[in-house]
């Protein structure tokens, strides 16, 4: 056998795995079973860079190891390929964005599977295939025909709705619901409205339902965009303008489960710090609704929601958000030129700037005022942008003393401060913080702590029948319309002007084919621009779709059953698998995949569609590889460029160069002569040696900054064991972590010197069936033991440090033992999959693969010593060492000790005091 050629071993492997389908699951097994699931990537056309594998490394560890402990273990892969980057490119190329999407698809599969992970890719899914999408559309259905009773606290179909409404009619129905557009009738009412009053009644029930809503319009790009999709007042793709605009949308409601939410959380084994991202998004406060009256507008009170009504007593303004349908009734004449300028500038900043901005104070009086509900104090009403539309009312009662923006507002406008709480200390502007204490400043409250004070004012909001007790949440419904085209069409169809959804035995409803992917002339949707597009030859279709995350927050149950045509997952395969008990991925995704995941794996549980609790049991979030990036300095105004020791004597600009032309900071200078163009003339300062050196900074990753280390190079280099070895090892998992090209070399080094304990490079084959020593199997054991620990623990790059110390442990004793290395093969495996195959074959396992292989067992009996080193003290200095057995006893230690002449050499013959034995440590002996 040749020495260790990785890309040969490699190939070899990776066709006999997809040939044999050795990592396929089985839904029905003895077995237990285990669910390890990737986030769904997007295969984007710049395929996989070295950042991109090191969750799939470790979720891929974690299930080889799970094979060898005897699980039967589901490790799918699939595609999230809908989204605008590829209907962005489709725009600028005329291509169809499923050509692009299926091309990409290819690269990451290819590139995946040269990493050697360990898929089951016959359970393949891809978000964009009419076979997936029509049971996203089906799930959409269920939530378009469902409402949440709070009699229940769960999703429960319309017809039940329906039913109560005819039987009782609105009154008794309590729901989650638009508080705004419900109406109240009889039962008597309900019989005798016709369809189109009846599709009114229930519409805002429905879980899913359209609504005027704010959202950010991207007029570049022509589609609404998330929060997410917005910095800094652009989109983050193209950085185009974004404003904030009404429009009719689709929403899911999931402000129905946010309680739900909110409680599993303590059920799940995550980062904390996801969770707290997730309470804090929710946004849990209790509290009370306060209604002011306007003057010369009792038709129109101002509803807020307050955590403190407490501090009633402080108000001194209002402020309504510019997004507020409230302002057109409260501007004033006089103020109406002034307010409108103002809502004009504040409407494009994003929720997110005006949440964050706290240094920037503006607003606009309206000339209108409210009546304080106790006092009858006239409080001047402003529009501010600090107030968001979507959190509460969109209205705030404002109390400068005790809340640090309206403190701010009110000095900026030298509007009134006062203080309802003692301790108000205006020059430290310390007191809105203030949690405790007792109330001042108020006719019936005065002297009472908080908390009394606060059920004090509910109780009296109540008796006046101005103000109830309320718990309220941040949470906001989810925009759920997308006005792109390479996205799930939603299927809905438009009578009468009222919206119906489309039969479920008419899905998939499929994309049509368009002449471009860009808004029509007159400003609908792309799927505008499809002809004869109707339900049924005579019904307009919703023209927007769905949005990316649709397709992601159901994908880990289609993995469980992915071929049937009969339901979205088969009963005995959910049943089997149920939920996922490892989920690897970034925690970017907190706030939005995974808590709309969450949320559609609950409705889905209220259906009785699914048998868990949550859909995600474990959560690890890796960190991020970072790029080292490499600078060349030119020297202004010039094509010369200096290395970097001597860029201090010119006046240069840093330049981000190719790192693949760079090695250890050393720059190929012809390689960067034909790199561009531009510098094909290009001079060089170089160093004293003769080289250019490059300057160096740790970035993210990025092709603008020319720091992507492609994958493929280095497996073509130093093989997909030694990659996937060398990601583990930069660091701990969930940290971020500076890439190092440079440290592939050594690891390589490690898995040759391995590779020689079987195949010395002076022998073909030298593995024996000679007994192994003591010292061997103290050598495996030891690695047995922290290998398996590190791996329950997701430690990994602690376990390739230890594989590490015991192949040079074996090295040194020239160990070529059978019962020492086939156990190692399997230890290793998980991480170095090809080596260990190849290794576990040459061992004489010719039947198939070692994916099963009973993982090592560990025997503490190997790592007992069988004599201890004891250090002998004289009066608490040292002077001797002695070896004991290691049972042997005090008596036994102290009576050989004193039968030496360690008195006699060190202690002039004095005779012992006292012979102290600290067991497996030392000996002091008192003289």
């Not at 299930?63 to 980057?85: A, C, E, Q, W």
């Not at 991207?218 to 965009?225: H, N």
């Not at 409601?253 to 998004?281: F, H, S």
């Amino acid at each position: 056998m040749p020495g260790y050629r990785p890309q040969e071993i490699e190939k070899k492997w990776q066709d006999f795995w997809q040939q044999h389908q050795t990592f396929r699951a089985e839904n029905h097994s003895e077995k237990p079973k285990y669910y390890v699931l990737d986030m769904f990537p997007y295969p984007s056309g710049a395929g996989l860079h070295v950042g991109h594998p090191l969750g799939y490394i470790a979720s891929d560890i974690v299930t080889r190891y799970k094979r060898h402990r005897g699980f039967n273990v589901l490790h799918p892969m699939g595609f999230d390929s809908f989204g605008l980057p590829a209907e962005q490119y489709a725009i600028q190329t005329g291509q169809h964005p499923e050509k692009t999407t299926r091309e990409n698809i290819a690269r990451y599969i290819e590139q995946l599977s040269s990493l050697g992970f360990s898929y089951d890719w016959s359970r393949e899914v891809r978000t964009s295939d009419a076979s997936y999408y029509k049971w996203t559309q089906w799930i959409f259905l269920k939530l378009f025909n469902s409402w949440y009773n709070l009699d229940t606290n769960k999703a429960e179909s319309i017809r039940t709705l329906q039913d109560k409404f005819a039987a009782e009619g609105s009154a008794g129905v309590r729901a989650v619901c638009d508080e705004d557009e419900r109406h109240d009738f009889s039962a008597g009412q309900w019989q005798m409205m016709s369809e189109a009053q009846r599709v009114a009644a229930v519409h805002p029930y429905r879980l899913a339902y359209q609504s005027e809503t704010y959202v950010n319009w991207c007029p570049q790009l022509g589609t609404v965009l998330s929060n997410d999709e917005v910095k800094d007042g652009v989109s983050e793709r193209g950085g185009y303008p974004v404003e904030r605009r009404l429009m009719p949308q689709w929403n899911l409601r999931i402000t129905a489960y946010a309680q739900r939410l909110l409680d599993g959380l303590d059920t799940i084994d995550w980062p904390e710090a996801v969770k707290e991202m997730q309470r804090n998004w929710i946004g849990r406060s209790v509290g009370a609704e306060v209604r002011f009256e306007v003057e010369n507008h009792p038709e129109l009170p101002l509803t807020v929601f307050t955590t403190r009504p407490d501090t009633l007593f402080g108000v001194t303004y209002m402020a309504v958000a510019p997004e507020s349908e409230l302002l057109e009734t409260l501007i004033t004449d006089e103020q109406r030129a002034e307010v409108e300028r103002y809502v004009e500038w504040a409407k494009n900043r994003s929720e997110r700037d005006r949440m964050a901005d706290v240094k920037t104070i503006t607003g606009a009086f309206t000339g209108s005022y409210a009546l304080h509900p106790f006092s009858g104090e006239k409080l001047p009403i402003w529009v501010a942008d600090y107030v968001l539309a979507g959190y509460g009312t969109g209205v705030v009662m404002a109390v400068p003393a005790h809340d640090t923006r309206d403190f701010a507002f009110a000095k900026h406008f030298s509007l009134p401060i006062v203080p309802v709480v003692e301790g108000f200390d205006e020059e430290a502007n310390e007191a809105y913080a203030a949690k405790e204490g007792r109330i001042i400043n108020s006719d019936f409250l005065n002297g009472l702590e908080v908390k009394p004070a606060l059920k004090a004012v509910i109780e009296r909001l109540e008796e006046m029948g101005i103000g109830k007790g309320k718990v309220n949440y941040r949470l906001r419904d989810a925009i759920f319309g997308r006005q792109r085209y390479w996205g799930e069409p939603i299927p809905v169809y438009y009578r009468d002007g009222m919206a119906f959804g489309v039969a479920e035995q008419d899905l998939p409803l499929v994309l049509p084919e368009i002449d471009e992917y860009k808004p029509t002339e007159t400003g609908e949707p792309p799927l505008g621009r499809a002809k004869d597009w109707k339900y049924r030859g005579q019904h307009d279709f919703e023209l927007s779709t769905m949005p990316g995350w649709a397709g992601s927050s159901w994908y880990y149950l289609r993995y469980m059953d992915p071929q049937n045509d009969e339901r979205f997952v088969g009963e005995e395969a959910e049943q089997y698998w149920q939920t996922v008990d490892l989920y690897m991925g970034g925690a970017e995704h907190a706030t939005g995949h995974l808590l709309y995941a969450r949320f559609w794996y609950l409705f889905l549980k209220d259906l009785g569609l699914v048998s868990g609790n949550e859909p995600f049991q474990k959560l690890i979030n890796q960190g991020m590889i970072l790029g080292r990036s490499n600078f060349v300095y030119r020297i202004n105004g010039t094509n010369k460029f200096v290395t970097n020791s001597k860029k201090g004597e010119y006046e240069t600009t840093p330049l981000h160069v190719d790192v693949n032309i760079v090695e250890d900071d050393v720059l190929d200078i012809e390689a960067f002569r034909q790199w561009r163009e531009d510098f094909a003339s290009a001079e060089f300062i170089l160093e004293d040696n003769g080289t250019y050196v490059c300057g160096v900074e740790i970035e993210k990753m990025s092709k603008s900054k020319y720091n992507v280390v492609n994958p493929d190079t280095l497996i073509e280099r130093y093989g997909a064991d030694a990659l996937r070895l060398h990601e583990m090892f930069l660091g701990p998992l969930e940290q971020f972590k500076p890439w190092n090209t440079q440290g592939m070399t050594g690891v390589s080094g490690f898995l040759k010197k391995f590779w020689r304990l079987y195949f010395p490079e002076d022998r073909d084959w030298a593995v024996t069936d000679e007994p192994a020593t003591p010292a061997e199997l103290k050598a495996l054991h030891k690695a047995i033991k922290k290998a398996q620990e590190d791996i329950e623990r997701f430690s990994f790059n602690t376990s390739v440090s230890t594989f590490m110390i015991c192949v040079n442990e074996l090295s040194a004793l020239n160990c070529h033992k059978r019962a020492i290395l086939e156990p190692l093969v399997v230890l290793i495996s998980p991480y170095a999959p090809h080596l260990a195959e190849e290794l576990w074959t040459q061992l004489g396992h010719e039947a198939g693969s070692l994916s099963t292989a009973p993982f090592p067992e560990f025997n503490e009996a190997y790592l007992v010593e069988d004599t201890v080193n004891y250090p002998v003290a004289i009066n608490g200095k040292v002077r001797e060492q002695l070896q004991f057995p290691a049972n042997a006893t005090a008596a036994e230690i102290e009576q050989t000790v004193l039968g030496t002449d360690i008195l006699a050499r060190y202690a002039e013959g004095k005779p012992a005091k006292k012979v102290i034995v600290v067991p497996g440590r030392m000996v002091n002996v008192v003289v």
